[in-house]
């Protein structure tokens, strides 16, 4: 049992470990050239040698991105509350939202750069369009779905609409709520890194499309790693956050593990 | 009129024009403190008559009088117990069972100061039902039965004057709901408030009850009453005799003619 647990431990970064391998493997005995396809120790010689700019455009990208994410969070929860505790709302805005969020979110990033130019704000305003959707759609549900009999219960009580929500709905969507988050945080990185990559000065987007105009693609894959290693560890921030905070939700995963 | 607590005069109920009336020309009364359980085939407006007693629907027709008032709206003096538990599962026990006192008055507004008061006399209501040493538990640790006790903790811990169990006891298994009837009945016995239940089982209403009420097919008529007049305190084994025996065919006849009209 020991062994099997560890084992499922380790075993994404083993999957990790052999994907490198063979990647490396398979450039130096076909001579893959870098301007091609770069073999991992030339991305990690890539990122040694532009070590300083890349963290300096990393920051700028991470920056924009929780701005995003954070005025996402904070416009879909609101719209989530609304839209979840009234009916009306719901038959109301709901196939709006859905219409809005069909639109391909790289579509806006023109308008954005003829309503503030070029650089930080459309990254922060893209980051953002392309997140609060899925955390709405959540905490709508999660307030949407509480049980007519318990409603019943409180109500029968006394219990106006707001003790429902309260006491009931909110704690009743966190599960929904923390689920969404980890979905959002990557779909923000996704956002503001589009956006970097068709208008800005300042951002990983920004560097590998300079880097890739001049055929050097080690530091476009060093671009690449960069975001998907920091997307990746927001992204376990928050499912630590989501265990940590509505462990009722996932008591038969944690009996399991 | 006078001694009855709650009163149902010639009630009709429709959820809305197009399905028309759910329940339909009901009269009854209860009595202070009597446990009365309702019967009939499924969707015959059970569920709807407790909503009415609960106040949190209002009759189409007719009128609803509880302790000599018309029921206009939810009564607070009211609690409920459903088939499923419905506890939350992010709360403990004890935060379950304390959670009418944190909404209806006059609790609510000293529930911050009193909230050790409260918690014990929680704590005694679950002992009282055989749940000491759960209080800290959540409700996926506890059995189905046990859950069920929680509920019915739940709807008593604000001392209602009138209990409403919607089927509480049907998804147990049946040593189980055996068991829960004997909890049932001493806790009736103990604080004496009125009870409504609506059930399936003519066993479970013949042991508990002191009147049973037969349903028709919707819309929903009372088409039988029937006193229950075995002897309290009742012990499990009066359901194997011959009187009791009696009464659930008794009942279980009128079923039977509803199912084939």
Known sequence: MAVRSSLERWSPWVVLAAIILVWEVVCRAFHVSDFIFPAPSGIVASLRQYAGPITGHALQTFWSTMAGFVLGVTVGVLLGFLVGSSRLMYNALYPLMVGFNSIPKSAFVPILVVWFGIGTVPAILTAFVICFFPITVNVATGLATIEPELEDVLRALGANRMDVLIKVGLPRSMPYFFASLKVAITLAFVGSVVSETIAANEGIGYLMMSAGSQMRMPLVFAGLTVISVMAMAMYAVFAFLERRMTGWATRGMDARA | ?261
Not at chain 2, 23 to 37: G, Q
Not at chain 2, 104 to 131: C, I, M, N, W
Not at chain 2, 151 to 156: D, F, G, K, V, Y
Request: aromatic residues 8%; charged residues 30%; hydrophobic residues 40%.
């Open chain 2, 1 to 261: 009129m006078s001694d009855a607590f709650v009163e149902v005069d010639k009630v009709d109920l429709a959820y809305d024009e197009v399905s028309g009336n759910a329940i339909e020309d009901v009269s009854l009364s209860m009595k202070e403190r009597e446990f009365i359980a309702m019967v009939g085939p499924s969707g015959c407006g059970k569920s709807t008559f407790m909503k009415l007693c609960s106040g949190l629907r209002r009759p189409s027709k007719g009128q609803v009088i509880v302790e000599g008032r018309e029921v206009s709206g939810p009564l607070k003096i009211v609690g409920m117990a459903f088939q499923n538990a419905t506890l939350l599962p992010w709360r403990t026990t004890l935060g379950n069972v304390l959670l009418p006192l944190e909404i209806v008055q006059p609790y609510r507004a000293s529930f911050k100061e009193k909230k050790a008061e409260y918690a014990e006399r929680a704590r005694a209501l679950l002992r009282s039902v055989g749940l000491d040493g759960y209080e800290n538990r959540f409700p996926w640790e506890l059995s189905g039965g046990m859950q069920q006790r929680v509920s019915i903790c739940r709807a008593l811990v604000h001392e209602p004057k009138l209990l409403l169990l919607d089927e509480p006891f049907a998804a147990l298994d049946a040593f189980t709901r055996e068991e829960l009837w004997c909890i049932l009945r001493d806790l009736w016995m103990l604080k004496r408030f009125t009870v409504v239940l609506v059930t399936h089982d003519l066993r479970e209403a013949t042991f508990l009850a002191d009147t049973v009420y037969v349903m028709s097919k919707r819309p929903g008529r009372i088409l039988a009453r029937r006193d229950i007049d075995i002897p309290r305190p009742r012990e499990l084994e009066v359901t194997y005799s011959d009187k009791f025996v009696g009464i659930v065919l008794e009942l279980r006849e009128h079923i039977g003619r509803i199912r084939k009209a």
